[in-house]
């Protein structure tokens, strides 16, 4: 004990120093980003912890470099190998001791960005904190005892330093390269699909790296394998350090080596990792130049051997040795190639299929949806789904060899149903391995996999209501978040009943089926986020007519924040956009009506749409359109906002600058009020874009109105006629203008319809 | 005890300690004299555990030394380049020593520190270089143990510490049993303060002896005759050297001098004279008479001791 407690005064200086570090580092990061205007979604473990990732390196090296220095000073040594100490003991003492300050460090900084986060009311995922505490330390440990190994071997600073990074990095590096190489080879296997062995992160110190290298692996590095993968590698070298120090002699320190030997050793080790890239398949995709490779190498070796031995003569007498590194690249590039080529070419039976799994086509992105995380657990043992599987492998292989990449195009034939999915196949032997596919028809593969019940059940589960952080981009205590959970809760009770996935991602796509037609029709979108255990997801949910309770509650919302639509300086503009006169001048309106009756009977949802400025090559035909939108502003005048999704109902939105006659602009007041309002100094002659609601959102200098957020707007029975008329000579319009302008034909389908019946399809808003 | 027995230490291709055999009895102060690179710290370096031999035992005890706790916490070291942690004070070496000597003692700390009048609480890294041997001293002798190992610490002493030490060490070693080793390549440095003292020659003990008697046992007669003579005259007595220039002699002898001189006088000289020897010549003589040279340091045959 009493060793252990002078190695912890003894590296209390440093172990303070980062302490503080920490202490600020984590304050510091953790209000910036608490106090962020933005956030769609919970942080990532990254994100949060980010000080205690410099810490892994700067805190492993520092305190193995602080707590091993004795071994780089002839008399430090000797006075600490003199001590009534064994050896064993005070390895053991001095590594306790910075594992304490590691774990302190650690400690002190997740619990003030905890702090920190939750008196800011910021969401964050709990687990992350459990976590972090026990991966930060072992990382941290990881470099403390690769650094310790090395100061075993060596007695200089600098020979101590340089050989920390060998043994931290060398054979992560060599793995790195490998692994990329197979990846450059190979196109249908990712980072994420590689055998364990050659996975960057199941090595959490070194995986830090990689997963700012590949993002994609960082779903997986705070995996709990991974953090007791890597606590038993440190572990194992801690071991070994401590082997290494109880034989180190004292005498080795100030010398770089033992041996001149053991100097031509790690001169071909620091070679390694620059013969190496021969094997990850830099140089062929970034065309670098073997003899310029070989130079680097060379030159490396050179002068490592140079400053080491202090002597040419034992340099030319020790380069001979050079040719094992370079014959191990050389080999690394050949085996890489053929082990890529025997990954690759691996196809296996049907029936020797247990079962697959479809990991998600996002499943490297920041988040996922809630319902690809649950397909991703399902094991579809079904001979469809595990044939179509294997035969899309054997295909995607052999365009491969014969291409040399995945030569599939997105044509008529195959109706862009083309899908890449990641599929991990589980044989009946254990074995298991995965590829990202390419499968000819995304709609073949759902349709088989509808067969399994776990998956049907999977696609249509909602995240658990407690477990959502963020609704629409606002976090727990946002207004966005209190308004808009009343139409999450709606869609949470209406979904079950429907026979909606949750994710549009897994639906059958039927190219003949027209999206805004009765049901289908959508009337917004809805995005949540948030996490279950440490998985974070971010979903997005379509509310359709089919869901009118959703839709209906989503019109309450939209109209409740659209409060003043200014429909008369709207009118007013509509008014004047025939005669503009200022070449600056210009007026546009575009209009989506729900529930459009047509002629085959169905409902649909339709844009229209009039754009007005001078000199405009089309001004004669949208004179003609000119009346039809001065009257559509009459009745949208005397229209009233609706929360009905069935009723004939439109939503409008509008922007222009246009002068009155004299040469003030309409909506002029408007532009002074919400400047003054805002506190801006301008008042006039500048653009306003405001909301409906009479939040300023942008104001520049040009004197334009641009109106946004309009309330969903039903007509009175008597305008309904009417409306529907114009819009049917709108349509015609709008048609001969677009046909005119772009070219095409009119499609064949059906037009809008004589009358609307305010039938209640499907069912009545509640 | 401290016995050695044939260990040999190397460095490369340079043998710093080549067959060494010696013993170090309890209780003593035990003098290690040598010139430079003869191998003095290179074994109190052995013998406190600090290197390991390449070949040959080195045991305290009975036990062997390298890395072993138990032997070693009867030992203490006080290097000729000291070690202070950076930026520390004699309060905080002390709790370095105290949570490794587990016989530390704080009076005896204190008490020290008062005799040598060393601020605890100043940094060490502003003590001048005696006072910084003052300091790893007092560290050392606070640490009760019960073998005290000393590299050439007294060579940077002013001779009024130097008193200090050696009472403090006579004090240890007649009230606690306890050993000194002390090495210094000057062997005045060690005549007034050893009991024991060795030599140390090429990395092994060509001389070991008790200093009283060396002191005692070699004497230098002047002596000269009216008649003719030579060192066959002698017969009895064990003469190591013997040189005559004209009538007078000069002869190194081992053994007995009020002896020695009864027997010479018996024989009528004209001169006769016992003289002492210094302990620096009482080693060359003996050196010389085990067959070195330190001149031509060539091995003439014969064990070392």
Request: glycine share 6%.
């Given at each position: 004990m009493k060793p252990y407690l002078e190695s912890i005064r003894r590296l209390s200086r440093l172990g303070l120093i980062l302490l503080a570090l920490s202490f600020v580092a984590s304050v510091v990061v953790s209000i910036q980003y608490c106090t962020a205007l933005y956030h769609d979604n919970v942080p990532s473990i990254t994100k949060m912890f980010s000080p205690l990732i410099a810490f892994i390196y700067a805190g492993g090296v520092v305190l193995a470099m602080d707590g091993f220095s004795f071994l780089n000073k002839r008399s430090d040594s000797d006075f600490y190998h003199s001590l009534p100490v064994s050896r064993k003991r005070l390895f053991w003492a001095i590594t306790l001791a910075a594992l304490t300050w590691i774990a302190a460090t650690v400690l002190t900084n997740v619990l003030l960005t905890v702090m920190v986060f939750t008196l800011t009311k910021t969401p964050f995922v709990q687990l992350y904190a459990l976590v972090a505490v026990p991966f930060f330390t072992i990382a941290t440990m990881m470099v403390f005892s690769a650094c310790a190994i090395a100061m075993s071997l060596t007695g200089t600073t600098i020979t101590g330093l340089g050989l920390t990074i060998l043994v931290f990095g060398l054979f992560r590096f060599v793995q790195f390269a490998v692994a990329r190489g197979i990846v450059a080879n190979t196109p249908i296997i990712s980072w994420l699909d590689l055998p364990w062995y050659l996975t960057p992160v199941t090595n959490i110190a070194t995986g830090q790296i990689a997963q700012l290298l590949r993002p994609m692996l960082r779903h997986t590095l705070y995996a709990p394998i991974n953090i007791f993968y890597s606590a038993v590698i440190t572990g194992a070298e801690l071991f070994l350090a401590r082997v290494l120090f109880e034989k180190r002699p004292s005498e080795l320190a100030e010398h770089g080596a033992k041996s001149a030997a053991l100097q031509t050793v790690f001169a071909c080790a620091a070679v390694i990792p620059v013969v190496i890239l021969f094997a990850s398949g830099v140089m062929t995709q970034q065309g670098f130049s073997i003899p310029i490779v070989v130079g680097i190498a060379v030159g490396i070796y050179i002068i490592y051997q140079l400053v080491a031995l202090r002597s040419a003569k034992k340099m030319m007498l020790s380069l001979p040795w050079l040719l094992v590194p370079l014959a191990l690249g050389v080999a690394g590039y050949f085996g890489t190639t053929s082990a890529a080529k025997s990954l690759q070419s691996f196809v296996p039976n049907t029936q020797d299929v247990a079962y697959v799994q479809l990991n998600g086509a996002n499943r490297g992105s920041e988040y996922v949806s809630y319902q690809q995380y649950l397909v991703s657990k399902v094991q579809f043992t079904e001979t469809d789904v595990c044939q179509y599987a294997v035969e899309t492998l054997r295909d995607n292989v052999a365009t491969i060899r014969t291409s040399g990449y995945l030569n599939y195009t997105y044509d008529d034939q195959s109706s862009y149903m083309l899908s890449t999915q990641p599929v991990t196949f589980v044989l009946k032997d254990g074995r298991k391995f995965s590829r990202v596919l390419m499968f000819l028809n995304q709609n073949t593969l759902l349709s088989y996999c509808q067969q399994n019940s776990a998956f049907n059940e999977a696609i249509q589960t909602l995240p658990p209501p407690s477990s959502t952080r963020y609704l629409q981009g606002g976090d727990l205590y946002d207004k966005a978040y209190l308004e808009n959970s009343a139409i999450l809760a709606t869609y949470y009770e209406e979904l079950p009943q429907t026979d909606y996935p949750a994710n549009d991602f897994y639906r059958i796509f039927d190219p003949y089926m027209n999206y805004m037609v009765d049901e289908e029709q959508n009337y917004g979108n809805i995005s949540t986020a948030g996490y279950v255990g440490m998985m974070r997801y971010w979903d997005s949910y379509t509310i359709r007519l089919g869901m009118p309770k959703s839709s209906a509650a989503w019109m309450a919302y939209t109209n409740n924040h659209s409060?003043?639509?200014?429909l008369d300086i709207m009118q007013q503009m509509i008014r004047k956009s025939a005669t503009l006169t200022s070449d600056m001048d210009y007026f546009n309106i575009s209009m989506m009506v729900y529930n459009v009756p047509m002629s085959d009977g169905t409902k649909q949802t339709m844009s229209f749409y009039l754009d007005r400025s001078p000199n405009d090559p089309a001004a004669e035909l949208k004179d003609q359109m000119q009346p039809l939108m001065n009257e559509f502003a009459e009745i949208l005048l005397r229209s009233k906002p609706t929360t009905n999704p069935n009723d004939f109902c439109v939503f409008t939105a509008w922007g222009g600058r246009v002068h009155n006659d004299?040469?003030?602009?309409?909506?002029g007041d408007i532009i002074a009020r919400q400047y003054a309002s805002s506190g801006n100094s301008f008042v006039s002659g500048g653009s306003v874009y405001f909301v409906s609601n009479g939040n300023v959102l942008y104001g520049g200098i040009s004197g334009g109105i641009s109106a946004y957020n309009p309330s969903f707007r039903s007509f009175t029975p008597e305008d309904q006629a009417r409306v529907i008329e114009i819009l049917q000579q709108w349509k015609s319009k709008q048609d001969e203008y677009n046909f005119t302008m772009y070219g095409g034909t009119p499609i064949e389908g059906p037009s809008i319809g004589e009358k609307y019946t305010?039938?209640?399809?499907?069912t009545p808003a509640g | 005890m401290i016995k050695a027995r044939k260990l040999t230490k190397r460095f490369g291709t340079v043998e710093a300690l080549l067959n060494l055999n010696c013993n170090i009895p309890q209780g003593c102060i035990y003098g290690l004299v040598g010139a430079n690179g003869a191998g003095k710290s290179t074994f109190l370096r052995l013998c406190n555990g600090i290197y390991k031999p390449d070949e040959g035992h080195i045991s305290i005890n009975g036990g062997e030394v390298f890395d072993n706790p138990v032997v070693k916490d009867h030992c203490v070291f006080v290097p000729d380049e000291l070690y202070f942690l950076p930026q520390s004070n004699l309060n905080r070496m002390a709790l370095l020593y105290e949570s490794m000597y587990p016989r530390f003692s704080t009076e005896r700390f204190a008490d020290l520190c008062a005799a040598f009048k060393l601020d605890r609480t100043r940094q060490l890294n502003t003590f001048s270089k005696g006072m910084r041997r003052q300091a790893a001293t007092i560290l050392a002798l606070s640490a009760m143990t019960d073998y005290v190992f000393f590299d050439e610490t007294f060579d940077g002493l002013d001779p009024v510490m130097r008193n200090l030490v050696r009472g403090m060490l006579y004090d240890d070693v007649l009230e606690r049993g306890c050993t000194a080793v002390i090495t210094s390549h000057s062997l005045r440095e060690l005549e007034d303060t050893c009991d024991q003292l060795a030599l140390l020659y090429q990395g092994g003990i060509v001389f070991e002896s008790d200093v009283q008697n060396l002191k005692t046992s070699l004497f230098k007669v002047q002596v000269a005759f009216a008649k003719d003579y030579d060192r066959s005259q002698f017969t009895n007595m064990e003469i190591l050297s013997f040189t005559k220039q004209g009538s007078v002699a000069n002869m190194i002898i081992r053994g007995d001098s009020s002896m020695a001189k009864v027997v010479i006088a018996a024989q009528n000289p004209l001169i006769l004279e016992i003289l002492p020897l210094t302990l620096e010549e009482v080693f060359l003589y003996e050196m010389e008479a085990l067959g070195y040279s330190f001149e031509a340091p060539v091995l003439k045959g014969g064990e070392r001791a």
């Amino acid at each position: 004990m009493k060793p252990y407690l002078e190695s912890i005064r003894r590296l209390s200086r440093l172990g303070l120093i980062l302490l503080a570090l920490s202490f600020v580092a984590s304050v510091v990061v953790s209000i910036q980003y608490c106090t962020a205007l933005y956030h769609d979604n919970v942080p990532s473990i990254t994100k949060m912890f980010s000080p205690l990732i410099a810490f892994i390196y700067a805190g492993g090296v520092v305190l193995a470099m602080d707590g091993f220095s004795f071994l780089n000073k002839r008399s430090d040594s000797d006075f600490y190998h003199s001590l009534p100490v064994s050896r064993k003991r005070l390895f053991w003492a001095i590594t306790l001791a910075a594992l304490t300050w590691i774990a302190a460090t650690v400690l002190t900084n997740v619990l003030l960005t905890v702090m920190v986060f939750t008196l800011t009311k910021t969401p964050f995922v709990q687990l992350y904190a459990l976590v972090a505490v026990p991966f930060f330390t072992i990382a941290t440990m990881m470099v403390f005892s690769a650094c310790a190994i090395a100061m075993s071997l060596t007695g200089t600073t600098i020979t101590g330093l340089g050989l920390t990074i060998l043994v931290f990095g060398l054979f992560r590096f060599v793995q790195f390269a490998v692994a990329r190489g197979i990846v450059a080879n190979t196109p249908i296997i990712s980072w994420l699909d590689l055998p364990w062995y050659l996975t960057p992160v199941t090595n959490i110190a070194t995986g830090q790296i990689a997963q700012l290298l590949r993002p994609m692996l960082r779903h997986t590095l705070y995996a709990p394998i991974n953090i007791f993968y890597s606590a038993v590698i440190t572990g194992a070298e801690l071991f070994l350090a401590r082997v290494l120090f109880e034989k180190r002699p004292s005498e080795l320190a100030e010398h770089g080596a033992k041996s001149a030997a053991l100097q031509t050793v790690f001169a071909c080790a620091a070679v390694i990792p620059v013969v190496i890239l021969f094997a990850s398949g830099v140089m062929t995709q970034q065309g670098f130049s073997i003899p310029i490779v070989v130079g680097i190498a060379v030159g490396i070796y050179i002068i490592y051997q140079l400053v080491a031995l202090r002597s040419a003569k034992k340099m030319m007498l020790s380069l001979p040795w050079l040719l094992v590194p370079l014959a191990l690249g050389v080999a690394g590039y050949f085996g890489t190639t053929s082990a890529a080529k025997s990954l690759q070419s691996f196809v296996p039976n049907t029936q020797d299929v247990a079962y697959v799994q479809l990991n998600g086509a996002n499943r490297g992105s920041e988040y996922v949806s809630y319902q690809q995380y649950l397909v991703s657990k399902v094991q579809f043992t079904e001979t469809d789904v595990c044939q179509y599987a294997v035969e899309t492998l054997r295909d995607n292989v052999a365009t491969i060899r014969t291409s040399g990449y995945l030569n599939y195009t997105y044509d008529d034939q195959s109706s862009y149903m083309l899908s890449t999915q990641p599929v991990t196949f589980v044989l009946k032997d254990g074995r298991k391995f995965s590829r990202v596919l390419m499968f000819l028809n995304q709609n073949t593969l759902l349709s088989y996999c509808q067969q399994n019940s776990a998956f049907n059940e999977a696609i249509q589960t909602l995240p658990p209501p407690s477990s959502t952080r963020y609704l629409q981009g606002g976090d727990l205590y946002d207004k966005a978040y209190l308004e808009n959970s009343a139409i999450l809760a709606t869609y949470y009770e209406e979904l079950p009943q429907t026979d909606y996935p949750a994710n549009d991602f897994y639906r059958i796509f039927d190219p003949y089926m027209n999206y805004m037609v009765d049901e289908e029709q959508n009337y917004g979108n809805i995005s949540t986020a948030g996490y279950v255990g440490m998985m974070r997801y971010w979903d997005s949910y379509t509310i359709r007519l089919g869901m009118p309770k959703s839709s209906a509650a989503w019109m309450a919302y939209t109209n409740n924040h659209s409060k003043n639509e200014h429909l008369d300086i709207m009118q007013q503009m509509i008014r004047k956009s025939a005669t503009l006169t200022s070449d600056m001048d210009y007026f546009n309106i575009s209009m989506m009506v729900y529930n459009v009756p047509m002629s085959d009977g169905t409902k649909q949802t339709m844009s229209f749409y009039l754009d007005r400025s001078p000199n405009d090559p089309a001004a004669e035909l949208k004179d003609q359109m000119q009346p039809l939108m001065n009257e559509f502003a009459e009745i949208l005048l005397r229209s009233k906002p609706t929360t009905n999704p069935n009723d004939f109902c439109v939503f409008t939105a509008w922007g222009g600058r246009v002068h009155n006659d004299d040469g003030t602009f309409i909506g002029g007041d408007i532009i002074a009020r919400q400047y003054a309002s805002s506190g801006n100094s301008f008042v006039s002659g500048g653009s306003v874009y405001f909301v409906s609601n009479g939040n300023v959102l942008y104001g520049g200098i040009s004197g334009g109105i641009s109106a946004y957020n309009p309330s969903f707007r039903s007509f009175t029975p008597e305008d309904q006629a009417r409306v529907i008329e114009i819009l049917q000579q709108w349509k015609s319009k709008q048609d001969e203008y677009n046909f005119t302008m772009y070219g095409g034909t009119p499609i064949e389908g059906p037009s809008i319809g004589e009358k609307y019946t305010a039938a209640p399809t499907p069912t009545p808003a509640g | 005890m401290i016995k050695a027995r044939k260990l040999t230490k190397r460095f490369g291709t340079v043998e710093a300690l080549l067959n060494l055999n010696c013993n170090i009895p309890q209780g003593c102060i035990y003098g290690l004299v040598g010139a430079n690179g003869a191998g003095k710290s290179t074994f109190l370096r052995l013998c406190n555990g600090i290197y390991k031999p390449d070949e040959g035992h080195i045991s305290i005890n009975g036990g062997e030394v390298f890395d072993n706790p138990v032997v070693k916490d009867h030992c203490v070291f006080v290097p000729d380049e000291l070690y202070f942690l950076p930026q520390s004070n004699l309060n905080r070496m002390a709790l370095l020593y105290e949570s490794m000597y587990p016989r530390f003692s704080t009076e005896r700390f204190a008490d020290l520190c008062a005799a040598f009048k060393l601020d605890r609480t100043r940094q060490l890294n502003t003590f001048s270089k005696g006072m910084r041997r003052q300091a790893a001293t007092i560290l050392a002798l606070s640490a009760m143990t019960d073998y005290v190992f000393f590299d050439e610490t007294f060579d940077g002493l002013d001779p009024v510490m130097r008193n200090l030490v050696r009472g403090m060490l006579y004090d240890d070693v007649l009230e606690r049993g306890c050993t000194a080793v002390i090495t210094s390549h000057s062997l005045r440095e060690l005549e007034d303060t050893c009991d024991q003292l060795a030599l140390l020659y090429q990395g092994g003990i060509v001389f070991e002896s008790d200093v009283q008697n060396l002191k005692t046992s070699l004497f230098k007669v002047q002596v000269a005759f009216a008649k003719d003579y030579d060192r066959s005259q002698f017969t009895n007595m064990e003469i190591l050297s013997f040189t005559k220039q004209g009538s007078v002699a000069n002869m190194i002898i081992r053994g007995d001098s009020s002896m020695a001189k009864v027997v010479i006088a018996a024989q009528n000289p004209l001169i006769l004279e016992i003289l002492p020897l210094t302990l620096e010549e009482v080693f060359l003589y003996e050196m010389e008479a085990l067959g070195y040279s330190f001149e031509a340091p060539v091995l003439k045959g014969g064990e070392r001791a």
